[in-house]
């Protein structure tokens, strides 16, 4: 009887347990729900399918991550992926029961969502992920100084519409 599990295989739950993580990751390229689970499925379809490369890598992690990058590169590049307005979409975050907290979570999204996706995907790469920058670098194979660069210009881009939102009157 043939085994499921492909040789050399990374744990399946070690995989499944960055589901989480690959799905916000996801949320964050895809800014459609539906388009992120199909990210997210493609991503651990393609790791499991090369599980023998796994062995070289160590961090599942980075190697992760870099799959779905590159397989979201890819669509953008074949022109297959549908831009839709995430203001559409707002997606589920439990949030506190207080007004302001509600507002001041609202204005973060749609700062964020008003990034470039390449300061996006390092600013949530680093401050939800925790991710090092050299391991971020790995994942987006990019200079390392990219990363450093992207993240300081998502950071001054984020402040300055969080600030812009903070002027104006809530709608």
Avoid at 29 to 40: G, H, K, P, Q, W
Avoid at 85 to 108: C, G, K, N, S
Avoid at 119 to 147: F, H, N, S
Wanted: charged share 25%.
């Amino acid at each position: 009887m043939a085994s499921l599990h492909p040789p050399s295989s990374p744990d399946a739950g070690a995989m499944l347990g960055w589901l989480p993580r690959l799905r916000l990751y996801a949320r964050a390229l895809r800014r459609n729900r539906e388009d992120a689970d199909d990210l997210v499925q493609d991503t651990l379809e393609r790791a499991w399918s090369r599980a023998g490369l796994w062995q070289g890598v160590g961090d599942m992690r980075t190697w992760l991550f870099s799959i779905m990058h590159n397989l979201h590169v890819d669509a953008l590049r074949r022109g297959r992926l549908d831009v839709v307005e995430l203001d559409e979409h707002i997606p589920e975050i439990p949030v506190a029961a207080t007004q302001a907290e509600r507002l001041a979570l609202r204005d973060l999204h749609k700062a964020l969502v008003a990034l470039p996706v390449e300061q996006c995907e390092v600013l949530l790469l680093v401050g939800v992920d925790g991710m090092a920058y050299a391991e971020i670098a790995q994942a987006l194979d990019i200079p390392i100084g990219t990363v450093m660069s992207r993240l300081s210009r998502g950071r001054d881009r984020l402040r300055g519409l969080m600030l812009e939102q903070e002027r104006r009157p809530h709608s």
